[in-house]
Protein backbone atom coordinates (compact mmCIF):
# COMPACT_ATOMS: atom_id res chain seq x y z
CA UNK A 1 0.00 0.00 0.00
CA UNK A 2 1.29 3.41 -1.32
CA UNK A 3 0.79 5.93 1.33
CA UNK A 4 2.47 9.28 3.53
CA UNK A 5 2.34 9.30 7.67
CA UNK A 6 2.44 12.70 8.33
CA UNK A 7 3.51 12.95 12.36
CA UNK A 8 4.76 15.45 15.00
CA UNK A 9 1.77 17.43 15.19
CA UNK A 10 0.42 19.43 18.27
CA UNK A 11 -0.10 22.28 20.66
CA UNK A 12 2.69 24.64 21.40
CA UNK A 13 3.28 28.01 22.16
CA UNK A 14 3.84 31.29 20.33
CA UNK A 15 7.74 31.16 19.90
CA UNK A 16 7.94 27.37 20.35
CA UNK A 17 9.09 24.70 17.46
CA UNK A 18 8.07 21.41 16.13
CA UNK A 19 9.45 19.00 13.93
CA UNK A 20 6.69 17.27 11.42
CA UNK A 21 7.63 13.86 9.38
CA UNK A 22 6.30 12.38 6.51
CA UNK A 23 7.23 8.66 6.12
CA UNK A 24 6.62 6.86 3.14
CA UNK A 25 5.45 3.14 2.57
CA UNK A 26 5.27 1.35 -0.03
CA UNK A 27 7.47 3.24 -2.50
CA UNK A 28 10.84 4.99 -2.67
CA UNK A 29 10.58 8.59 -1.63
CA UNK A 30 14.03 9.09 -3.27
CA UNK A 31 12.60 9.60 -6.63
CA UNK A 32 9.68 12.12 -5.96
CA UNK A 33 9.91 15.44 -4.61
CA UNK A 34 8.51 16.30 -1.47
CA UNK A 35 6.10 19.25 -0.25
CA UNK A 36 4.47 20.42 2.52
CA UNK A 37 1.08 22.47 2.92
CA UNK A 38 -1.44 23.60 5.23
CA UNK A 39 -5.12 24.27 5.15
CA UNK A 40 -6.87 26.13 7.69
CA UNK A 41 -10.26 26.13 8.19
CA UNK A 42 -12.49 28.14 6.24
CA UNK A 43 -9.05 28.27 4.33
CA UNK A 44 -7.33 27.14 0.64
CA UNK A 45 -4.51 24.77 1.17
CA UNK A 46 -1.82 26.09 0.49
CA UNK A 47 2.28 25.47 -0.37
CA UNK A 48 4.51 25.70 2.84
CA UNK A 49 7.73 24.15 1.64
CA UNK A 50 9.32 21.99 -1.14
CA UNK A 51 12.32 19.88 -1.52
CA UNK A 52 13.90 18.72 -4.57
CA UNK A 53 14.54 14.46 -4.79
CA UNK A 54 17.89 15.38 -3.77
CA UNK A 55 17.60 17.84 -1.17
CA UNK A 56 19.55 20.05 -3.59
CA UNK A 57 16.98 22.75 -4.08
CA UNK A 58 13.94 24.14 -1.61
CA UNK A 59 11.61 26.42 -2.05
CA UNK A 60 9.35 28.26 0.81
CA UNK A 61 6.98 30.51 1.26
CA UNK A 62 7.41 34.50 2.32
CA UNK A 63 5.49 33.83 5.56
CA UNK A 64 7.43 31.31 6.47
CA UNK A 65 11.24 31.69 5.53
CA UNK A 66 13.48 32.03 7.85
CA UNK A 67 11.30 30.05 10.57
CA UNK A 68 10.01 26.95 8.43
CA UNK A 69 13.53 24.83 7.15
CA UNK A 70 12.49 21.98 4.81
CA UNK A 71 14.45 18.49 4.59
CA UNK A 72 15.00 14.55 3.79
CA UNK A 73 16.55 11.84 4.71
CA UNK A 74 16.46 9.13 1.58
CA UNK A 75 17.95 7.03 3.56
CA UNK A 76 14.67 6.90 6.17
CA UNK A 77 12.38 7.63 3.58
CA UNK A 78 11.52 10.05 5.15
CA UNK A 79 10.73 14.43 4.93
CA UNK A 80 10.98 16.63 7.76
CA UNK A 81 9.81 20.44 8.31
CA UNK A 82 11.64 21.51 10.84
CA UNK A 83 8.84 24.66 12.47
CA UNK A 84 10.82 27.73 14.52
CA UNK A 85 9.70 30.66 16.12
CA UNK A 86 5.62 29.38 15.83
CA UNK A 87 2.70 32.24 15.37
CA UNK A 88 -0.72 31.97 16.22
CA UNK A 89 -1.20 32.16 12.31
CA UNK A 90 1.04 29.35 11.51
CA UNK A 91 -1.88 26.75 13.06
CA UNK A 92 -3.53 24.39 10.39
CA UNK A 93 -3.63 21.07 9.87
CA UNK A 94 -0.36 20.31 7.80
CA UNK A 95 0.14 17.27 5.17
CA UNK A 96 2.89 16.29 3.37
CA UNK A 97 2.56 15.52 -0.46
CA UNK A 98 5.00 13.75 -3.20
CA UNK A 99 5.21 14.20 -6.54
CA UNK A 100 7.91 12.63 -9.47
CA UNK A 101 7.77 16.13 -10.90
CA UNK A 102 9.28 19.02 -8.45
CA UNK A 103 7.99 21.51 -10.54
CA UNK A 104 4.52 20.89 -9.29
CA UNK A 105 5.29 21.91 -5.67
CA UNK A 106 7.86 24.47 -6.79
CA UNK A 107 6.62 26.65 -9.16
CA UNK A 108 3.45 25.12 -10.13
CA UNK A 109 0.68 28.09 -8.69
CA UNK A 110 -2.53 26.42 -9.28
CA UNK A 111 -4.29 23.97 -7.23
CA UNK A 112 -2.36 21.59 -5.36
CA UNK A 113 -1.85 18.53 -7.91
CA UNK A 114 0.92 16.19 -5.71
CA UNK A 115 0.29 12.77 -6.80
CA UNK A 116 0.28 11.04 -2.97
CA UNK A 117 -0.66 12.56 0.33
CA UNK A 118 -0.81 12.26 3.95
CA UNK A 119 -3.65 12.29 5.87
CA UNK A 120 -2.46 15.63 7.70
CA UNK A 121 -1.16 16.79 11.35
CA UNK A 122 -2.58 19.27 13.60
CA UNK A 123 -0.70 22.10 14.57
CA UNK A 124 -1.96 24.40 16.70
CA UNK A 125 0.15 27.62 18.04
CA UNK A 126 -1.54 29.53 21.19
CA UNK A 127 -0.76 30.34 24.80
Known amino acids: QLQLVES???LVQPGGSLTL???ASGF???NYAIGWFRQAPGKLRERVSCIDKSGGDTRSADTVKGRFTVSRDNAKNTGYLQMDSLKPEDTATY???ADPVYYYCS???GPPLMRFW???TQV???S
Open 8 to 10: GGG
Open 124 to 126: TVS
Open 107 to 109: DYT
Open 28 to 30: NLA
Open 21 to 23: SCE
Open 118 to 120: GQG
Open 95 to 97: FCA
